[in-house]
């Protein structure tokens, strides 16, 4: 089991930037992949980030070059710091677990997510 808790979420203006967090109920490092999704109204819930258990990340293609996932061992967390905020990357934003067991397979665990909400 992996307890997800996301902060950092709120309401900024358009150009602006937030910094989410995800804290895990256990090490970031022994977790398969961490990644950030993002689900707006009236849309499916998208991956937005990701970093594996070995550091590598990769991010949509609509947020390259503005948002950043990294991860803090001191605090165990993931974070995304998302710059040059715009409305359409208004959504909820949930942190996600993936945790790959020889037999079982992969299992994902989700936090409550946290909204942004980016004003014009």
């Known amino acids: 089991q992996v307890q997800l808790v996301e902060s950092g979420g709120g309401l900024v203006q358009a150009g602006g930037s937030l910094s989410l967090s995800c804290a895990a109920s256990?090490?970031?490092?022994?977790?398969?992949?961490m990644g950030w999704y993002r689900q707006a109204p009236g849309k499916q819930r998208e991956l937005v980030a990701s970093?594996?258990?070995?550091?590598?990340?990769e991010s949509a293609d609509s947020v390259k070059g503005r948002f950043t996932i990294s991860r803090d061992a001191a605090k165990n967390t993931v974070d995304l710091q998302m710059n040059s905020l715009k409305p359409e990357d208004t959504a909820v934003y949930y942190c996600?677990?993936?945790?790959?067991?020889?037999?079982?397979?992969?299992?994902?665990?989700w936090g409550k997510g946290t909204l942004v909400t980016v004003s014009s």
């Open positions: 970093i594996t258990s070995g550091g590598i990340t």
């Open positions: 996600n677990a993936l945790v790959i067991r020889p037999v079982s397979g992969g299992m994902d665990y």
């Open positions: 256990r090490s970031i490092f022994s977790i398969n992949v």
